[in-house]
Structure formats: C-alpha cells, structure tokens
C-alpha cells in the first residue's frame, strides 16, 4: 500500500536523493546536507507543538512504499510564510501613460517587487519518483494535504497558495533570470536559486532592483516565459486548478513562474472531505476515495476503493487498509472522493 506519513530522521538518505533528483529550479529541495537535516528536525517539532494558530512550523511528509519500504516521494506544507525571512513575489500589474493634448493612451504591463503573501500557507516541496509516476500517486501526494488541513484547521492560514516552477532548461538556464542577471545580479539561475533555497537571501533585497520594471523593457525571451510553468510541471499546476487554484498576477522572482491561491474553505477536496467511523470489514469494491487518519502525531494518509455508509455515517475498512492507516475499529478518519 502507498502510504503517507510524517518524515523522520531515518528518511535522510531518500530525502538527499530525491533533492538530486528533483535538479535545477526545484528551490525547497537544495542538495544541501545540513539544510535538508535542518528540514526534518523542524518538521518532526512542528508535529510535536501544541498551538492555536499558524506560525513558523514546516510539515515535510513521505511517500511510502509499504511492502518494499521505499520513499516514493515528498510534499510539504508550510504553515505561514515570511514571518521570519521576507517572502518575495513579483506582482504584475499596470500603469497608463496619457496626455489628452497629445491624443495618447498607452496601458504598459509592469513588475512590482512585494511581499503580499506574509502570513499565507503554502503548498511546497511536492516531488514524485519518475518511476512511481502512475496510477493515483501524483494525486495522493499533492490532495492529501488538503484533508490534513482540513483535520488540523487552526494550524493553517485561510489563504494558501502554490508556487510553480518556472521555465528553465535542462542546464538550469531560467530566460528572466538571464536578463536580471546581466544587469542586476551577475549571478546565475543555478546559484540564486540555490542561495535561496538554504535561506541566504539577503542578496535578493540588496540588489534586486527597487522601482517597478517595464515588462516591455525586457528581452523577448523573458517577456515570454511570465507567467509560465515548467514542462513538468504541468500535471501538477492543472490539478490545483481542478482544487479551485487561480492565478491573481503574483510571479516568482527568479523564473517567473506563476503563483496559483484559494481561500482554504474553498479549495474542493478539503471543502467536500468528511470524518466517518471505522467499521473493519472483510470487503472489496466501492468508489476510489483519499483518506486519513485523525492522529497528528502517527498521521497516514492513502487511497482505497471503499464502502461508505451514509445512513450511519460510518466507513468500512478492510483489514490491510485500517493497519496501513493505523486506525481501528471505532476509530475516526477523513476521507473524501478521489
């Protein structure tokens, strides 16, 4: 069964592996021994804490193969971003160049340096083995996330939000950050993106430009990647959609990639998930459902083909699924369509 579960200090090594695997532009996984570490120690706290409200706590889950005991894959959730270092974003927007006594009206797209998103939960980290890129996986690892939050509600932000990877090559080489770089930074893509990912970005408020930039300014090569997702990243930016993602101009400020947002009790699968009572039942069929645990601590998440009832309100479980889970008879889960 593929199962999800906190991550623990004995996940190290599959976690480095995948940060090499995962290559350029994917900034919250840098091949980094002492951050990566740092990342399971913080998250294994976050779990622990008792709190009211959303702060400085960083939840990192694997995928698990349980009949082999391989890591499949990772995704993460950050509880509120920006309050201990800035969270940048470029806003697009506009401004409009007239003069009646000239009869011109020009409406020029710009870029504004901010920090909107202070506060806001994210969706991050979510990297899939190319070998375990089947069946409903992708979709377990980046939806579950959504009954989490919904289980564990005032844990979260009412705002969450996406950042997709941008467009780069196979090197690495990002067509905006090309053009910031030749006059700004005089650093490549690789190396800022790494920086960033460690959490050395300084740099970032020390030379990244302080007035608007003029789109139409850049080389047409940058223009044309605003907005835009990595190939591979696809998949994942058209499932958030389908969750109730939208775009609102926010681009990242070293790809250009898009960030997507929704209000928490808007997005569909936390918005349309439910907590049932175990029944453990010796059955087979029923509808495809994702499904979790009420257990921060021993958190698991999966997917099933399972029987609901809904005049009891309960769920049957069959023995393999309830261990896999964790839960017994009488015990509560989450659970919602697949």
Request: negative net charge; charged residues 25%; glycine residues 8%.
């Amino acid at each position: 069964m593929m199962i999800i579960r906190p991550i623990r200090a004995a996940d190290y090594p599959a976690l480095y592996e995948m940060a090499v695997e995962s290559g350029h532009g994917f900034t919250s996984l840098p091949v980094n021994d002492e951050l990566l570490q740092r990342k399971i120690n913080r998250s294994e706290s976050s779990f622990a804490k008792e709190i009211s409200k959303p702060g400085d706590e960083g939840y990192l889950f694997v995928l698990e193969d349980t009949e082999t005991g391989h890591i499949c894959g990772t995704s993460a959730i950050e509880a509120a971003v920006g309050l201990d270092d800035a969270f940048y974003h470029y806003h697009l927007g506009k401004v409009v160049h007239t003069s009646r006594a000239l009869g011109v009206y020009n409406t020029v797209d710009i870029l504004t340096l901010c920090n909107d998103y202070t506060g806001a939960t994210e969706l991050c980290t979510l990297f899939l083995r190319e070998n375990r890129r089947l069946k409903h996986n992708g979709k377990l690892l980046s939806r579950f996330r959504f009954l989490f939050m919904a289980e564990f509600r005032q844990r979260f932000a009412d705002r969450v939000i996406a950042e997709m990877r941008g467009v780069s090559d196979e090197k690495g080489n990002s067509p905006f950050w090309q053009w910031l770089e030749e006059h700004f930074f005089s650093v490549d893509f690789p190396t800022a993106d790494y920086l960033t990912g460690i959490g050395q970005k300084v740099f970032i408020a020390e030379l990244m430009p302080k007035y608007p930039i003029y789109v139409s300014l850049l080389s047409k090569s940058a223009q044309a990647v605003i907005g835009q997702v990595h190939e591979k990243t696809k998949p994942a930016l058209a499932l958030l959609h389908s969750e109730g993602f939208s775009t609102t101009g926010y681009v990242d400020i070293f790809d250009a990639g898009p960030t997507v947002e929704a209000k928490l009790e808007h997005i569909r699968t936390a918005r349309n998930s439910r907590r049932l009572q175990v029944r453990v039942k010796d059955v087979s069929g029923g509808q495809p459902y994702l499904i979790c645990n009420t257990d921060r601590m021993n958190f698991r998440a999966g997917w099933a083909h399972l029987h609901v009832n809904e005049t009891s309100e309960e769920v049957n479980l069959p023995l393999d699924i309830a261990e896999g889970l964790q839960v017994q008879d009488g015990d509560w889960v989450r659970l919602a369509r697949l």
